[in-house]
């Protein structure tokens, strides 16, 4: 159950979880430092009538809502460069008096320093934006302290009440009317005044859930172009630093000792500058890298519990009347009461005759559509089958016309092969052909 108490400055009626019970809190409305009161003393309380802690809360005129702006997750890109340039040239003139230090070294490194600039530009610009994005995740994260809803004007909130509720907000401090879960809500209460369904202000509720996520995460845009440019600007300068490095050798007589010495000296100037730049690149990168990511996770967080306190604390007490139901006095008309029962019987029954009619034509039509769609593919399959028939036929056909070639070119050389034997033998006629083997001698045999 949440603490409900008031600021005792501004009077404006706040709220906290049990966990927050006496610990120190700021208000999001004036910015005054409070301490949330005990459990303990909250139920002492309790007998107390509730009212509510700013005289404008009641009220039955109509809510005046304008003059509303839709708050911003981004920021003031002019003054975040002003500050930039502001940081960039303070940090310049100081690391300008420590020039044989590490640090005035690797930023000072003669030619090619204008990268070293740019990236020292660059980190201060991002971390300027991370700044005020913390700075502006401070003011939502109060914001969830207000009692936006308070329970005096009412435990449900109805359509005809909801001027009330308007009022109520209307009348906050600028300073919170303009965080992301004030005017949700707003905007919530106004659709179920003018609709009066719970079920359109749930789709708009997570409508705006999603675009304040995207908002959200294109604000941090800028910062990643920048952690991705200080990098690139270091390698840029390890180009540079090489090119010059080179340059020294160009058209110099390496064979006079004074020249020779100087191109070193260049060289190793060179690879200063290389060196030197790479590394602050990617030193300042990795120092913005840290708090970006870290702010970026608690504005989505933050927004997380937006998204809770609306289904946890709005919906649950928007009431459409939708589950209302009249009270019948059976005991005093009761024939009325069962004329009635019917014709309401008689309507629902009705209703769903045509949602079934309804229905039935739909699915008629989704049947009809997929024995179209079916009918399709079947012709295509055949069609298909027929094609890779055909195709595979061919090949047969092909296939076989060139192995019965091959087999009648084997037959004409067995039958060439066969008519040559055939001419040999009657060449030969009938000579006969002695074949004298010459008798063998054995090992022990005679010479």
């Not at 690879?271 to 970026?296: D, E, H, I, K, Y």
């Not at 009657?426 to 010479?447: A, D, P, T, Y």
Request: aromatic share 6%; charged share 20%.
């Amino acid at each position: 159950m949440a603490l409900n108490f008031s600021c005792s400055r501004c009077h404006t009626v706040l709220n906290a979880e049990p966990e927050m019970s006496g610990k120190v809190a700021k208000c999001p409305a004036c910015g005054t430092k409070l301490r949330v009161p005990k459990v303990s003393q909250m139920h002492e309380q309790q007998g107390a009538p509730d009212t509510p802690a700013t005289p404008q809360a009641k009220g039955k005129q109509k809510a005046a809502t304008q003059g509303w702006q839709n708050p911003s997750s981004g920021t003031n890109m002019w003054i975040t460069l002003g500050i930039a340039l502001a940081a960039t040239v303070l940090t310049l003139l100081v690391l300008a008096l420590f020039k044989s230090s590490f640090i005035g070294q690797v930023v000072y490194v003669g030619t090619g320093e204008w990268v070293n600039y740019a990236e020292i530009f660059l980190f201060f610009w991002g971390l300027a934006i991370v700044i005020s994005k913390w700075q502006q995740v401070k003011r939502q994260r109060s914001a969830l302290m207000l009692d936006v809803l308070p329970t005096s004007l009412g435990h449900e909130i109805m359509p005809e009440h909801v001027d009330e509720f308007l009022n109520y907000i209307n009348n906050m401090p600028h300073r919170v009317r303009e965080s992301l879960m004030v005017n949700r809500i707003r905007k919530a209460l106004e659709l179920f005044q003018s609709r009066r369904n719970n079920s359109e202000v749930g789709a708009m509720l997570s409508t705006l859930s999603d675009v304040d996520a995207n908002r959200t995460s294109s604000s941090y845009a800028i910062v990643k172009v920048f952690l991705w440019a200080i990098p690139i600007l270091g390698f840029i300068g390890t180009v540079l630093g090489l090119s010059f490095a080179m340059a020294s050798f160009g058209g110099a007589d390496l064979s006079d000792p004074a020249v020779l010495k100087s191109s070193v000296t260049s060289i190793t100037s060179g690879l200063a500058v290389a060196f030197n730049t790479t590394l602050l690149g990617l030193l300042l990168s990795m120092v913005l890298m840290f708090p970006t990511s870290a702010v970026q996770t608690s504005e989505e967080d933050c927004l997380t519990e937006i998204d809770a306190f609306c289904n946890e604390h709005l919906m649950p007490r928007l009431n459409d009347g939708g589950q209302e139901t009249p009270a019948f006095e059976f005991s005093e008309n009761p024939t009325g009461f069962l004329e009635e029962l019917a014709g309401k019987l008689a309507t629902q029954q009705h209703k769903f005759l045509e949602s079934l009619t309804q229905t039935s034509g739909n699915l008629t039509s989704v049947l009809q559509n997929l024995d179209e769609k079916a009918t399709g593919q079947q012709a295509a399959l055949a069609e298909r089958i027929g094609r890779m028939t055909h195709e595979t036929n061919e090949r047969a056909r092909a296939a076989v016309e060139h192995s019965m070639q091959m087999s009648l070119k084997h037959l004409s050389a067995i039958e060439a092969g066969i008519n040559g034997i055939n001419a040999a033998l009657q060449n030969l006629g009938e000579k006969q052909i002695v074949v004298q083997r010459e008798k063998k001698r054995g090992i022990f045999g005679r010479g």
